[in-house]
């Protein structure tokens, strides 16, 4: 079928102020209602005039697109892990997100996506599939722009899909190293992303006597505070001072290129808070990082243009900027500007990423690029502040049911067995909690039955309430944790998102 693109000229951005300053998350009283559900009915301030405004909506109309996300956004979780490697990809289609879209490479899949409330495609090439080429793709290659400047997979059209100024060119590389020529489409594009340095407006951190970029979200590392923010911002080792020009921190880790991602270790004047400033002199709350569907509501925060909505267009795209190529990055239709790189994309209350770079403006319109929050949080071993407000669902005693087998869950001493029906949680070990009288390592691995979303948090007595120290809430129903943390009280809160299903968790303690 025939899929129009737009494309524009791209660019690496400097960008959003996230606020520091609060206290690590705490467990709240018990209720059924998934977050997910509060969410939608009730987005953060700022989100639905945004999306009237980029998306051309009414008010009800975005009311009803967030409802349709958070509604659909689990029948998606449960359908690719059901489908397996048949699973072609997922989006949202229509102006409302009224439709999840299910690709599958069998038709024999059908009745299962159409059971379980989406619309089924099919499709030749497998999500797995995709990968693999577009990994071919890249290799294939040269670091050169013109010969793609971007490369990332159109799960629409089933195709790895190539941005070039020299399409011929690209096509006879691509084709004398083997790609296959049906499952690649190369399109002419202007877009060459490069970084730009020029900032201005809003909440920002300085990098030496003239750079300046903005925080993307708050984190810790075990006891110690920062946030994250895009890699080209500073190198390991550079120090930084806030927007009051006070001594802030230091970069403590810096990828770019390659990827596009660093984190700033903060002093004792600056606490990390589960914030994005929402571009109208108020705040949005981060709750968590679920991945968000492709056509899902995304919304960014930045120091130049403010707060500006769109929707996820690709994954896994790979960008070629003058300093060499950024890969594994999302591709959106949120417009940026000069000073936007290292701010958030989020959506509802899912902290998705930090800018990266991208094309075009605010007023014609723009492709940005983010760098995924996971892929952060994983390489520097970092846990993101979320907010304690999440309801954490009613409790269920543990013990009930048949657990599944123990999976991947191999080398942790104790076990705990429950089952959770869908927002439900219940707290370990038996509803209680146990005592560390050493530093160390506290590791949780929870395995869940296929099809559900299971999540794993692990808390520790502050001395008035249950902090959240470390979290594991993919859109899958395995999870695992790891936590260096000081002597004290600990606890493991296991949270249904979505479904009901028999638990294992395993764990260890130093």
């Given at each position: 079928?025939?899929?129009?693109?737009?494309?524009?000229?791209?660019?690496?951005?400097?960008?959003?102020?996230?606020?520091?300053?609060?206290?690590?998350?705490?467990?709240?009283?018990?209720?059924?209602?998934?977050?997910?559900?509060?969410?939608?009915?009730?987005?953060?301030?700022?989100?639905?005039?945004?999306?009237?405004?980029?998306?051309?909506?009414?008010?009800e109309e975005a009311e009803t697109r967030l409802r349709n996300e958070a509604r659909l956004t689990p029948?998606?979780?449960?359908?690719?892990?059901?489908?397996?490697?048949?699973?072609?990809?997922?989006?949202?289609?229509?102006?409302?997100?009224?439709?999840?879209?299910?690709?599958?490479?069998?038709?024999?899949?059908?009745?299962?996506?159409?059971?379980?409330?989406?619309?089924?495609?099919?499709?030749?090439?497998?999500?797995?599939?995709?990968?693999?080429?577009?990994?071919?793709?890249?290799?294939?290659?040269?670091?050169?722009?013109?010969?793609?400047?971007?490369?990332?997979?159109?799960?629409?059209?089933?195709?790895?899909?190539?941005?070039?100024?020299?399409?011929?060119?690209?096509?006879?590389?691509?084709?004398?190293?083997?790609?296959?020529?049906?499952?690649?489409?190369?399109?002419?594009?202007?877009?060459?992303?490069?970084?730009?340095?020029?900032?201005?407006?809003?909440?920002?951190?300085?990098?030496?006597?003239?750079?300046?970029?903005?925080?993307?979200?708050?984190?810790?590392?075990?006891?110690?505070?920062?946030?994250?923010?895009?890699?080209?911002?500073?190198?390991?080792?550079?120090?930084?001072?806030?927007?009051?020009?006070?001594?802030?921190?230091?970069?403590?880790?810096?990828?770019?290129?390659?990827?596009?991602?660093?984190?700033?270790?903060?002093?004792?004047?600056?606490?990390?808070?589960?914030?994005?400033?929402?571009?109208?002199?108020?705040?949005?709350?981060?709750?968590?990082?679920?991945?968000?569907?492709?056509?899902?509501?995304?919304?960014?925060?930045?120091?130049?243009?403010?707060?500006?909505?769109?929707?996820?267009?690709?994954?896994?795209?790979?960008?070629?900027?003058?300093?060499?190529?950024?890969?594994?990055?999302?591709?959106?239709?949120?417009?940026?500007?000069?000073?936007?790189?290292?701010?958030?994309?989020?959506?509802?209350?899912?902290?998705?990423?930090?800018?990266?770079?991208?094309?075009?403006?605010?007023?014609?319109?723009?492709?940005?690029?983010?760098?995924?929050?996971?892929?952060?949080?994983?390489?520097?071993?970092?846990?993101?502040?979320?907010?304690?407000?999440?309801?954490?669902?009613?409790?269920?005693?543990?013990?009930?049911?048949?657990?599944?087998?123990?999976g991947t869950c191999t080398g942790y001493p104790q076990t705990v067995t429950g089952t959770l029906n869908?927002?439900?949680?219940?707290?370990?070990?038996?509803?209680?909690?146990?005592?560390?009288?050493?530093?160390?390592?506290?590791?949780?691995?929870?395995?869940?039955?296929?099809?559900?979303?299971?999540?794993?948090?692990?808390?520790?007595?502050?001395?008035?309430?249950?902090?959240?120290?470390?979290?594991?809430?993919?859109?899958?129903?395995?999870?695992?944790?790891?936590?260096?943390?000081?002597?004290?009280?600990?606890?493991?809160?296991?949270?249904?998102?979505?479904?009901?299903?028999?638990?294992?968790?395993?764990?260890?303690?130093?």
């Amino acid at each position: 079928m025939s899929r129009r693109h737009v494309i524009t000229t791209g660019c690496v951005l400097a960008i959003t102020a996230l606020t520091l300053t609060a206290a690590p998350a705490i467990a709240q009283p018990r209720t059924a209602e998934p977050p997910a559900a509060v969410a939608a009915r009730k987005p953060p301030p700022g989100m639905l005039e945004a999306l009237q405004r980029d998306l051309g909506l009414t008010r009800e109309e975005a009311e009803t697109r967030l409802r349709n996300e958070a509604r659909l956004t689990p029948i998606e979780a449960q359908l690719r892990g059901q489908l397996g490697s048949r699973f072609g990809g997922a989006w949202f289609a229509g102006s409302i997100a009224q439709t999840l879209v299910v690709a599958t490479t069998s038709a024999a899949d059908i009745p299962v996506i159409v059971a379980a409330g989406a619309r089924a495609e099919i499709v030749t090439r497998s999500l797995a599939d995709l990968q693999a080429i577009k990994k071919h793709v890249d290799h294939a290659l040269p670091s050169r722009q013109e010969t793609g400047s971007v490369r990332y997979i159109d799960t629409k059209i089933n195709k790895v899909v190539v941005l070039s100024t020299a399409v011929t060119t690209t096509t006879n590389i691509l084709e004398n190293a083997g790609v296959d020529p049906v499952a690649v489409r190369v399109v002419s594009s202007d877009e060459r992303p490069r970084p730009l340095s020029d900032v201005v407006g809003g909440e920002a951190y300085y990098i030496g006597s003239s750079s300046r970029c903005s925080v993307g979200f708050s984190v810790t590392r075990g006891t110690q505070n920062g946030f994250v923010s895009a890699g080209h911002c500073g190198k390991a080792g550079a120090t930084t001072t806030g927007v009051n020009r006070a001594a802030q921190g230091v970069f403590q880790g810096s990828t770019f290129p390659g990827s596009d991602f660093a984190w700033v270790a903060v002093n004792a004047d600056w606490t990390p808070k589960p914030l994005v400033k929402n571009g109208s002199g108020g705040t949005v709350t981060v709750a968590g990082s679920r991945v968000a569907i492709e056509g899902a509501s995304v919304c960014r925060s930045g120091s130049t243009t403010g707060w500006h909505c769109g929707t996820i267009q690709q994954r896994d795209t790979s960008v070629n900027y003058p300093q060499g190529e950024v890969s594994e990055v999302t591709r959106t239709n949120v417009c940026a500007e000069p000073g936007d790189s290292g701010g958030s994309f989020i959506s509802i209350d899912q902290a998705q990423g930090v800018t990266s770079g991208g094309s075009g403006d605010c007023t014609s319109g723009g492709v940005t690029y983010f760098q995924p929050i996971g892929e952060i949080l994983t390489t520097y071993g970092l846990t993101l502040v979320t907010d304690s407000t999440t309801p954490p669902g009613t409790g269920t005693p543990p013990g009930t049911g048949t657990p599944p087998g123990a999976g991947t869950c191999t080398g942790y001493p104790q076990t705990v067995t429950g089952t959770l029906n869908s927002g439900q949680s219940a707290y370990q070990p038996n509803n209680r909690h146990y005592r560390s009288t050493v530093t160390g390592v506290h590791a949780g691995c929870l395995d869940a039955d296929d099809g559900v979303d299971f999540d794993l948090y692990l808390q520790k007595w502050n001395g008035r309430n249950w902090s959240v120290v470390a979290t594991a809430d993919s859109p899958r129903p395995d999870e695992k944790i790891s936590y260096t943390g000081t002597p004290g009280y600990y606890r493991y809160r296991v949270l249904s998102s979505n479904g009901s299903s028999p638990y294992t968790l395993k764990y260890k303690t130093p």
